[in-house]
């Protein structure tokens, strides 16, 4: 499904002495099928931007189109919007509350409506993308889990909804190495089995990098830069302008580079780099 805005603005406490423009005057569209990944310094408008998405905040002026509906028109119906364009907040886990992953997960469907059967098959379905096994921990509590656990089982009860669109902010704060992994593994595996729109917010430029097919960076409310991972984190000057940064594995690139070795500054990934090197050094380096 499409994402789309018109001249979307918001304007947070407006017309009193603390008003603030978060976002303006933003036009953009996120395409059927697609990874994109926003990034930006804290208060660009990120978080303001993604909760328009499916009419968690209302525009000041402008407007949001999923699918060519326009989502805040008087006769939308935003909670089918709300099925279609799922929304995980930092520390998802914090928001879980039944006795059982079972009725956590559960919830939503229930709250459809849904026959006890079909319920029962969305929670498994959405366990199962998330890489934890159905028998083993439906009945457990969800507070006896790791934390990375506890996130995936909170991620699953947003896919539970089936959303065409997934919207994440900052999946893995917070998770260790192993957690972070494993998240960021389920989150690629959804786009990539399930065709699943992605929009994933993220302080990580290597997660970014590695993950994102666009990048959409924002500053003080604007779009200051899309494009490819290539064609983003070539800018170096312009992010750094802005507060953000390439990943480590670039400036390690572009160091190598002045000290005269013939690579390519555009690698962004240790897959790439390690292909780059193998190459420079012709194919006598070794894992």
Do not use: C, W
């Not at 408008?45 to 209302?58: D, P, R, Y």
């Not at 028998?135 to 995936?152: A, C, M, V, Y």
């Not at 593994?185 to 097919?213: P, R």
């Amino acid at each position: 499904m499409s994402i789309k805005t018109k001249n979307l603005t918001h304007i947070y406490m407006q017309g009193s002495p603390f008003e603030q423009t978060a976002i303006e005057d933003i036009n953009l569209e996120i395409h059927d099928g697609e990874f994109v990944g926003l990034i930006g310094h804290t208060g660009s408008g990120k978080s303001t931007l993604i909760q328009h998405f499916n009419g968690l905040l209302s525009p000041t002026s402008g407007t949001v189109f999923v699918d060519g509906v326009d989502i805040f028109d008087k006769l939308a119906d935003i909670k089918e919007i709300r099925q279609r364009v799922g929304m995980v907040f930092q520390y998802p886990e914090h928001q879980l509350f039944e006795e059982t992953v079972f009725e956590d997960i559960a919830f939503g469907p229930k709250n459809l409506g849904l026959q006890e059967a079909e319920v029962r098959s969305r929670v498994r379905e959405a366990l199962e993308i998330v890489g934890l096994p159905y028998d083993e921990i439906k009945d457990k509590s969800p507070f006896e889990l790791s934390g990375g656990q506890r996130r995936r089982v909170a991620i699953a009860g947003v896919l539970a909804m089936r959303p065409q669109t997934l919207i994440l902010d900052e999946p893995t704060a917070g998770l260790d190495p192993k957690g972070k992994n494993e998240i960021l593994s389920q989150i690629k595996t959804l786009h990539e089995k399930y065709n699943t729109t992605i929009i994933l917010v993220s302080h990580s430029m290597e997660d970014i990098a590695k993950l994102a097919d666009r990048i959409i960076v924002m500053d003080h409310g604007s779009i200051a830069l899309s494009g490819t991972p290539r064609e983003v984190f070539t800018q170096a000057r312009l992010l750094e302008d802005i507060g953000l940064d390439v990943p480590q594995i670039t400036k390690l690139m572009l160091r190598l580079k002045e000290r005269k070795l013939p690579v390519t500054n555009k690698i962004f990934t240790v897959d790439q780099a390690v292909a780059e090197l193998k190459k420079v050094l012709g194919g006598n380096s070794h894992d």
